[in-house]
């Protein structure tokens, strides 16, 4: 792997594109999401480190106007993995398997942090304390070689 102002190159992509044509449709997907899965938990445990906490309880509003009392911590509680549907992948990954990290509903409030990408971006008057882009690209080689790994124990566990 080599990385030039933001170049990478990865070796042995074609060896495991070989060895994932040797198994059928289900294994592969299997063997696929499990490394993407695996890929990713770096970057969601630094994500979860990240995101701000409140230092109180507070109240958020939905854009209906119904009102919430959310509990310090939602945020970090709401980051997570998850598949992205084969409808919503297009053009060149149209077709495969791919994961993300999203925000969805918190473990603990089941209420969806809508604040979250004010947090990320900023707004005119806040400043902006990314925590999902900085943990992704402080992770990439890692994600590279987590994936690398458990694809090829994968494959290997899958055609014994």
Do not use: C
């Not at 906490?53 to 997570?80: C, F, Q, W």
């Not at 969805?104 to 707004?123: A, C, D, L, M, S």
């Amino acid at each position: 792997m080599t990385d030039n102002a933001g170049d990478m190159e990865i070796l042995g992509l074609d060896e495991l594109d070989r060895k994932l044509g040797l198994l059928d449709d289900k294994l592969a997907g299997k063997a696929l999401y499990s490394a993407l899965g695996f890929a990713l938990t770096p970057v969601v445990k630094e994500a979860k480190t990240r995101a701000s906490k409140a230092d109180e309880p507070h109240t958020m509003t939905y854009p209906n106007g119904k009102t919430v009392d959310v509990e310090p911590g939602l945020l970090k509680s709401a980051i997570r993995k998850r598949r992205v549907p084969k409808k919503e992948m297009v053009g060149e990954f149209a077709t495969g398997a791919a994961m993300g990290v999203y925000i969805g509903k918190g473990t603990k409030q089941k209420v969806y942090p809508n604040y979250w990408h004010f947090i990320e971006y900023g707004t005119p008057t806040f400043p902006a304390a990314p925590f999902i882009r900085p943990a992704f690209d402080n992770n990439v080689e890692l994600m590279l070689e987590r994936f690398s790994d458990k694809l090829n124990q994968n494959i290997d566990k899958y055609l014994e």
